[in-house]
């Protein structure tokens, strides 16, 4: 069983953009490769552009020479829908008018200041909370 997750990023203007990453969306997992190898904004929005992934890696673009498909992915890299199964429509990148739109479920933001958030849900509403603070705090990261 998969779990779902949404990676968005933050635009000036503070609306998001944001796709559907199919899994593994655990703190663990995504949380994780999210903050080891997703620190870059131009990274990010490419990202964003690839639309639905089935799954993330510490890459997005395919090497030169490479071989990557859904079906016989390259190591290291992340695949997904449109691109790696080379399907006829792309997958659907969402649009949020604010954090507070976004911030529900499984949800990882790249604000436009740079750092990754999340939203943890409370008895008086949705906080959002640093993903490398939540991390750490789970034991996932030092």
């Not at 490419?46 to 510490?58: D, H």
């Not at 990148?93 to 740079?114: I, M, P, Q, R, W």
């Amino acid at each position: 069983m998969s779990t779902n997750s949404k990676i968005g990023i933050q635009l000036e203007c503070g609306k998001i953009r944001s796709v559907s990453c199919h899994w593994d969306g655990q703190h663990k997992s995504v949380g994780k490769m999210l903050h080891e190898h997703y620190q870059d904004k131009e990274k990010v929005e490419k990202l964003i552009a690839l639309g639905s992934l089935s799954y993330l890696e510490p890459e997005v673009d395919i090497p030169e020479g490479i071989k990557h498909s859904f079906n016989n992915p390259a190591e290291g890299v992340t695949v997904a829908y449109f691109r790696d199964r080379k399907e006829g429509i792309r997958p659907s990148v969402a649009n949020h008018n604010s954090k507070e739109d976004f911030l529900y479920g499984l949800s990882y933001l790249f604000t436009k200041e740079g750092i990754w958030v999340i939203g943890t849900v409370f008895d008086d509403g949705i906080r959002e909370q640093r993903l490398e603070d939540v991390l750490k705090l789970e034991g996932i990261i030092q």
